[in-house]
């Protein structure tokens, strides 16, 4: 059974960067078969894709346009997890995050498992 | 970017009846569509894949069609568990998105 706990601030300041973790158990970040992503959930943006890291052969990463210029997602294998990291965050960014597992090889396909989400707010 | 918009935004019915809910997309994406479940306090679960297939241990109540830009999810008799918002979300083109949600309430 895969399980992504994540962790990581539920408060950051603004102009600060956004750190949370996830890590892996029952699959591996390496895995040629699946892309490791970051989805946000807010009442202003809805359900908003953020990001992925997989790797095939090498380390890829896809970013959301609206936050490519902020945004890095790195994976560690030897502690099989992978990362966020936001930066120069601002109040709008403040929203649930989850970490999620989608099983596509080539291309994307479904989402098919989640972390718990974090509520992150950005607040001085 | 494609947008996803699901009707209703509420769906209120009694047990046992019959639940409908609507996703269209702007443009065209053949099959490539997903519907999550997600219940107050928890992340979103996969229900449906590739608009008809469900996902592993789903019960049969629930169904999707469609293609193209109209698809439907049916939950066949409503049971109180179901109690969620429901999304859509189109894998067809970058950037993957989501649609507004359909809340159905008991």
């Known amino acids: 059974q895969v399980q992504l706990q994540q962790s990581g601030p539920g408060l950051v300041k603004p102009s600060q960067t956004l750190s949370l973790t996830c890590a892996v158990s029952?699959?591996?970040?390496?895995?040629?078969?699946?892309?490791w992503n970051w989805i946000r959930q807010s009442p202003s943006r809805g359900l908003e894709w953020l990001g992925r890291?997989?790797?095939?052969?090498?380390?890829?990463?896809d970013y959301a346009v609206s936050v490519k210029s902020r945004i890095t997602i790195n994976a560690d294998t030897s502690k099989n997890q992978f990362s966020l990291q936001l930066n120069s965050v601002t109040p709008e960014d403040t929203a649930v995050y989850y970490c999620?597992?989608?099983?596509?090889?080539?291309?994307?396909?479904?989402?098919?498992?989640w972390g718990q989400g974090t509520l992150v707010t950005v607040s001085s | 970017e494609i947008v996803l918009t699901q009707s209703p935004a509420t769906l209120s019915l009694s047990p046992g009846e019959r639940a409908t809910l609507s996703c269209r997309a702007s443009?065209?994406?053949?099959?490539?569509l997903t519907w999550y479940q997600q219940k107050p306090g928890q992340a979103p679960r996969l229900l449906i894949y590739?608009?008809?297939n469900r996902a592993t241990d789903i019960p049969a109540r629930f169904s999707a069609s469609g293609s193209g830009t109209d698809f439907t999810l049916t939950i066949s008799s409503l049971e109180p568990e179901d109690i969620a918002v429901y999304y859509c979300?189109?894998?067809?083109?970058?950037?993957?998105?989501f649609g507004g949600g359909t809340k159905v309430e008991i």
């Open positions: 443009q065209s994406i053949s099959s490539y």
């Open positions: 029952g699959d591996s970040v390496s895995s040629n078969s699946a892309s």
């Open positions: 890291t997989y790797y095939r052969s090498k380390w890829y990463n």
């Open positions: 590739d608009a008809s």
């Open positions: 999620a597992r989608d099983r596509g090889v080539l291309v994307p396909a479904e989402f098919d498992y």
């Open positions: 979300q189109q894998r067809k083109n970058w950037p993957l998105t």
